[in-house]
């Protein structure tokens, strides 16, 4: 069994995201990491330093603008000789003042437009890096009662949407991303994992849901969500983060590790998350306070572990309880593969693949961010 | 402009729930109101109070088996006696010591076949009483990760659900209801207007969502729910109440009526609710400290008023206004029409059809109360 | 350290309710549980049960008047033969019709003085069955706007609360539970633990904050509580339970553990919780869908592991650690104690006092249910 | 009555803050609004805008550093000119690098001092511009758990407010503000009402509590928070403004204007809102998609709105009602104020004292906010 687990996890790969390298921070101020990355070669520098101490990376997931080169061609060379892909690519619908009132709802068909045509020059970019991923969060909502048309800006989301999906080839997949609040304050147009279900549905197979694990009113079952969209063919992917109140954006895995599982026990009985078959599995953090690759690190870690912990779960067993309504037994089946302490197996898996068993203090004591504060200033 | 309002109030017309004028109360104690209804023909008796007072009572909503007589013409007989009507007839999954497990959900073929029944019967009541909506709440859900297998109960609920709606007739509508928690507290198996939603395209055209305004999470726009649903024409009616914290079941309006007149506003754009051709206005309250009737004429009244206010947006001037992003504009527009006190519109309304303007003052001097608590206890 | 460990958990121990082991439910319905007790001496009888296979059980709290026996002297024996002692007396001013608009803070004198009676009476009960600690929940509120003058009901309770505070022996401690919402759905008098510490301080030292973590609003902090009130002298206790959503008494640690153990990360920094010197630990759960000592030992378990795990943390290292701002590092040393499975220390435990290590599979095993549900029905 | 009711209005007075003329947004884009204003003479500027339409701006609270100017006495006589005083003085502890980990709770004891002399120039400029009241807003909190030590910070927290307390005149008021959450997300050292009371009462007479209507959590009846605090004396005062979701700093009343009304009806209990004697009543917007001014005049009014609205509660049946526990007609009593139309009298009274009855639409036709775009671009 400990060989099965330690396969599985060598083959579990996650995109870390290039914009988790870089400074960021909240409306009241950014403070500075000393050495944050400041550049799209900067950032997979600093993402190639995760999978040194890891291996556990499969991709550097890529927001325009922010990541935009001169070459794209340059960029996954770079890539490539640090042993990584670019992985899905992130529009950016929320930076440019023409989107104030709206970017794919937009009322003004030019301003529409605009924002269309920045997604389709995303979906070139996608070829240019050989990327299958398109992941689309729509900040548009609006602030106060009467300001929008709630129906029409879900028309002209539609239009905007089928604009879009048709610019795609086949092997592309789009993902759109819902979001219970913020920016928008009143409204949000996708709102919830509902809405884009059904605009999925609208477009076809290829479009499905991401899940950001911050997107979520307090309170609400997330592990079900993921049957729910699962069993229905519409699950494409996961912004992986935490939170206790909002949208925190901080490191996977910090606030509720039980719930974390939870939802790898869910994935586990869809998908072999140790193959190619499965939804993206994307880091998506912002952990504002802590040195960038460290708090990677920690993100990785955090979904080895859960990841690890899901596989123990005696599923016959617990099929056997459930058929009995035996809810103790049931939950204690459960329990047990969570209480267990899988970094063992996780240590042994990086040793056998020539790693430190402590991926976070190699990384520590390597004296790459000394350096990096050095070099970057 | 006011003979028109005036003319739209007065055929405004929602139900009430039977179950509104029985006691009630929380999981600590059911207090007592001296002479609350006791049977079905006592709680219609008691509608027919509200609707004496208000002329606005469309129908009675009965619930299967609270309200369950021996000859179901009679309770027609005395209902239309009293000029009411009887309206959504609703099952009862959550009282029967064989759903402790699930209803339509149940793993048990047998249990679950009952609860099947138990609804095809309340579809045989609805052809004896004449009702045409069929409304589905579905209490089914687990309290601990791993007592249930999320997809096989969404499996069992789907054939359950298409069971139910192949025996519906064509012209009858099936409501789903979701809930986001309570009775269960890990998962409910239709716990959002999403998964509502995608059940009832999997069955057709007669299914349909009711929103119950108590059943979101914390901050949850509900009226942007409204819109979604009922431009994809899958907006089936609404329980109304009231709550600020859970599923409260206080009186309508009683917590934010701003919010119950923006659900009107979104509503008035897809319907014409003084008409027919509506989704079930339904009240669902059950007020455990208020005198029954009172407490259903003020929620009765809080529809009319949210539903005056709705009519006084300027929508012409509010489609310029958001043309032109003119935010503060749009909003003032809206403001406006909710600041506005239309309760004389109302009061005229009511005197124009030989009613008192002030119906709860007149029920309240009418000693019907007192004489049913010496009657009834 | 591990037998520091070993030691720490032996002298570690909780109360458990007696209402735990009774039926319970929402308020949609109770589902019976075969063999649950039906008196005091039954519940005794079932927690003696949960000592039994865990030797963690201090006492059993009780509650009047669901627990009044003809004869305390006959139930404190009862309950020393079982090796258990009786704990925290529980009032209950929920249930009696009078209470419908108050108890401590009802506007009308006869039923304000019966309520304050009824808790003298407890404190006379607490004498007859010597109990140091009267824990008060107070389910006073409203449930509308204007239903009650919050100013005079909040002076009317402290007058109540002054009576039942110089009512109290010197050894006597008053401990004041606060809860968000439920029974009351507008405002609660006691509605956080700010109202519960002033009113705390308004009476002396020894009256106290009792924290319930299931009567807090979404996203609260509850370990922060804890050291504010700690820190002040105020933390008295904690009613332990779950909830994903509301008060959902589920059973201990079952929705998050590792906010469970944060909270005893920070009571070891104020207590040595395998001593005397401690708030009072008791179990509230009400594990409507489990049978009910099973769910207790669970309980009992989870708090058993929660406290062996936070006893893990490396206090210097992490004093270090936070000297630095060294983020990560501080959390990795939180998470390093929490990933740790001491499952093995606190089986090695049991069985050097001779219990079974499975405390839990025992009792399964040990057929007391089956012979209950025969001898109780 | 009405004549009442418009002398009450007309002496109503409330602070505008100088932030509120400046871009905001949020941590994904800050909007430009055309013509904001740049610096603290423009914000003064336009804060006499908002007089000038409503004669209800008793000052202008100011930001330090963002309003720092050379010379105060300047700056002053410009408000003077104006016809307006400088009111609060807020320091900012979020937007220097040297608060990163904590500001009055910095571990680091020139970080710490420097947090203090911040706000003890604060003081320092109240002298200058003749303000009474330091409204200080603490930041401060951590991301993870593990990152601070919880007592150390509050007592850290103390000390440094004990020193600040000391510094301030007789005449002074210290607002201590508390918040849920944001920027910091795992917990806030001043998180609640009840910790800035505990510190207020740490500190003497002089500190009291200042309520911000965006930070509380969810469901949270601040009105309740509002007796409270007036019943002991320590409510200092307001930050006014409106959200949905989180801290989301919308014009005031655009949520739940009821909620509003409710505060003003408990308020009116224990202040009279159109003396000098009441806490300070600040509007503390971030409209960041309106324009500023225009915002502004629309929080002015909907306080204007709120207060006249709970000048109406007929108190004295109020009180028999209750007396009686007719919560029905309570509620009525509190809703038929509500209920009415106020801005005939708000009208009226802008008529008698010159005003155009219409202030938004008097000020959105003057040509300002044109003007103030070509000249400050």
Not at 100 to 127: P, Q, W, Y
Not at 260 to 268: G, M, P, R, S, Y
Request: proline share 3%; net charge negative.
């Amino acid at each position: 069994m400990r060989n099965d687990l330690k396969e599985k996890v060598k083959n579990f790969k996650v995109e870390v995201p290039s914009w988790g390298f870089s400074d960021s921070g909240t409306r009241f101020h950014v403070f500075q990491i000393p050495g944050a990355a400041r550049n799209a070669f900067e950032r997979i520098e600093d993402a190639a330093q995760v999978d040194k101490y890891t291996k556990a990376v499969s991709a550097v997931a890529i927001h325009i603008p922010w990541d935009r080169v001169d070459n794209w061609k340059d960029l996954v060379r770079f890539a490539r000789d640090k042993g990584l892909k670019l992985g899905a690519v992130n529009p950016n619908l929320f930076q440019d003042e023409d989107y104030k009132f709206g970017s794919l709802t937009n009322l003004d068909d030019k301003k529409r437009a605009k924002a269309i045509d920045h997604v389709l020059e995303c979906i070139d970019i996608m070829r240019s890096v050989e990327s299958k991923v398109l992941s689309l969060w729509l900040p548009d909502g609006t602030d106060y009662p009467g300001q929008g048309d709630f129906a029409k800006r879900q028309s002209l989301l539609i239009d905007s949407l089928k604009k879009i999906y048709s610019a795609m080839a086949n092997d592309m997949t789009l993902l759109i991303e819902y979001k219970f609040f913020e920016p928008a304050f009143y409204h949000t147009d996708t709102a919830d994992w509902g809405i884009a279900y059904a605009l999925s549905k609208d477009l076809g197979d290829r479009a499905k849901v991401i899940i950001d694990l911050g997107h979520h009113a307090q309170g609400t079952n997330i592990e079900y969500i993921v049957s729910i969209l699962s069993s229905r063919a519409k699950l494409g992917g996961f912004h992986f983060n935490s939170r206790k109140y909002a949208d925190d954006d901080l490191t996977v895995g910090s606030v509720n590790l039980y719930e974390l599982f939870l939802i790898f026990v869910e994935l586990n009985k869809f998908f072999d998350l140790s193959s190619d078959k499965k939804p993206a599995l994307v880091i998506d953090q912002s952990a504002a306070m802590k040195p960038k690759i460290q708090a990677t690190i920690q993100s990785v870690e955090a979904l080895q572990i859960a990841y690890l912990k899901s596989l123990l779960v005696d599923t016959k067993a617990l099929e056997t309880a459930q058929l009995k309504n035996d809810i103790v037994l049931s939950e204690e089946i459960i329990k047990d593969a969570f209480l267990t302490d899988v970094r063992p197996i996780l240590k042994q898996s990086r040793e056998e693949i020539g790693l430190d068993p402590d991926a976070l203090g190699a990384f520590r004591k390597s004296g790459y961010e000394e350096s990096m504060a050095l070099k970057r200033g």
